[in-house]
């Protein structure tokens, strides 16, 4: 089979690959499209030290089951389901499995990082993270279900609540993603602040404030997202992992407010934490997501109409995968979301 392919520091390749091999538990999946994330670019880069190589890469995705490791699968499941796997693989043997917790597994593995993933032909993978969607819910709006778990993961880590008040620093599909889900919340007011000039037009056409970061200094960035919520936020979300998106999110907050950090930084920012201590600002982490996350996404797609479409600038593929979807992510150009159709 045909798959993207890292190998080191730099270097992704399409290649033949073999293919997966169907074990008890798993079930062999015929990838319809898989997400690029930024993450996917964090490990091309080399800056992802945990990930094994060679491997495919690939942690968003939809497709098909076309076999079943188990006959006792074949109760849950049956040949032609149109699916979406969440991409973890826990040991179920630490006390955060045990506690249901296994999203943090003390040895938790990532599919396409730790293991093939979706940039491929087809996948084998454990049958209890695969996430059956509905008739109605097309593959390309499915294939967004990651990230939209992702940001409920995040929403509900801050306790998110009817009339809260929110900001955004970064408008990156998580970013957008979480406006979303904050809408469908209840969030009385949210701006997003984002420096990508097409970035900011399409937040701007799905009907949310954007402040231009751009055009802005520290100070100038942190009025404006002031003036826009008519006061400091409830629940700032930090999704930009730079040293100024991380001090902008602290002077946003309001006193006894919370500060979600979800951006993945390169290096160990700085900031000020004397500040955290004086006024009772709460930090919060937020790793990926749990099944009941992903179950959520799905629901929340299929009941709301959520203008999902907008965010995938393209579908491409995957001969094309370098070129036309890393490297263009990778040089700012006018993208949100890209797809990958294997097959």
Not at 90 to 111: A, M, P
Not at 232 to 257: H, N, W, Y
Not at 258 to 281: H, R, W
């Amino acid at each position: 089979m045909r798959a993207l392919v890292y190998d080191a520091k730099g270097n992704i390749n399409v290649l033949d690959w073999p293919d997966p091999q169907l074990e008890e538990d798993q079930a062999l999946v015929k990838v319809k499209y898989a997400g690029i994330c930024g993450s996917d670019l964090v490990a091309w880069n080399g800056a992802l030290k945990r990930i094994v190589n060679p491997v495919v890469l690939g942690h968003e995705m939809v497709g098909d089951v076309v076999a079943l490791g188990s006959e006792k699968d074949k109760q849950k499941f049956t040949v032609g389901q149109r699916v979406v796997v969440e991409p973890l693989i826990s040991c179920g043997d630490c006390e955060l499995c045990k506690t249901g917790n296994y999203h943090v597994c003390e040895s938790l593995k990532v599919i396409g990082y730790d293991a093939d993933g979706g940039m491929a032909q087809y996948i084998s993978v454990p049958v209890k993270r695969l996430h059956i969607i509905p008739d109605h819910l097309t593959y390309e709006k499915a294939a967004l279900c990651e990230p939209i778990a992702v940001a409920i993961h995040m929403s509900r880590r801050t306790g998110l609540k009817l009339g809260d008040k929110a900001a955004i620093i970064g408008a990156g599909p998580i970013g957008l993603a979480l406006a979303l889900v904050c809408k469908e919340a209840g969030a009385s007011k949210i701006v997003l602040s984002e420096r990508n000039k097409y970035r900011i037009n399409l937040v701007r056409e799905m009907g949310f404030e954007v402040i231009n970061a751009s055009e802005n200094t520290e100070s100038q960035i942190v009025g404006e997202i002031v003036n826009v919520l008519n006061g400091k936020a409830d629940i700032t979300f930090e999704c930009a992992a730079t040293v100024e998106s991380l001090s902008v999110a602290l002077q946003v907050t309001k006193i006894r407010g919370i500060i979600l950090q979800g951006g993945v930084f390169k290096t160990n920012p700085t900031y000020d934490a004397q500040s955290i201590t004086l006024k009772e600002q709460m930090i919060v982490g937020s790793r990926v997501y749990n099944y009941s996350d992903f179950e959520s996404s799905i629901d929340l797609m299929t009941r709301h109409d959520m203008q999902l479409e907008k965010m995938i600038t393209k579908i491409i593929s995957i001969e094309d995968a370098v070129e036309q979807g890393f490297k263009e992510i990778k040089q700012g150009k006018r993208v949100m979301k890209i797809l990958i159709a294997p097959n």
